[in-house]
């Protein structure tokens, strides 16, 4: 099936690109346009899923461009990075996200994109920065 996404709201479109991470349809999420702040990263995130690095770092590339011209949100940047197999440098778009007091940090716990860094006692470290409580253990 073909998802046309012209015409439908940008929440919609970042929860698809999730939904097709979660399924690991990335050939129809990365088909796309992808326009919307959060939706390119969350594409990125599953191409590397998927085992395509090589596009996860394209997307990523892309990413870092746009943010090297104007606001790009480190939190999904981080995402991105994970991705493309980039763990130091999703911590370090993470420390970028606490520092400009993004809103999504509070999802650090939750959000299921940031499992594999979960472990990191860096990722802790923010997490104890933001004012959560502790990740439980594995």
């Known amino acids: ?3 046309e996404t012209d015409n439908i709201s940008e929440s919609v479109r970042t929860a ?3 939904a097709f991470d979660r399924t690991s349809t990335v050939e129809a999420a990365v088909l ?7 939706v390119l ?6 191409a590397g899923r998927a085992g395509d690095r090589g596009r996860a770092t394209a997307i990523l590339d892309t990413l ?3 943010a090297a011209k104007g606001y790009e949100p ?7 990075a994970l ?3 980039r763990r130091d440098e999703a911590l370090r778009w993470l420390r970028q996200a606490l520092t400009d007091r993004a809103h999504s940090m509070v999802f650090l716990l939750v959000d299921p994109q940031l499992a594999p860094l979960r472990g990191d006692p860096r990722f802790t470290a923010l997490v104890r920065a933001v004012g959560l ?3 439980a253990g594995p």
Request: glycine share 12%; proline share 9%; aromatic share 6%.
């Open 1 to 3: 099936a073909r998802f």
């Open 16 to 18: 698809l690109a999730v």
């Open 32 to 38: 796309r346009r992808a326009r919307v702040e959060g």
């Open 41 to 46: 990263a969350g594409l990125a995130h599953a």
């Open 64 to 66: 870092r461009a746009r």
């Open 74 to 80: 480190a939190y999904e940047l981080a995402k991105a």
């Open 83 to 85: 991705g493309a197999g």
């Open 133 to 135: 409580p502790p990740p």
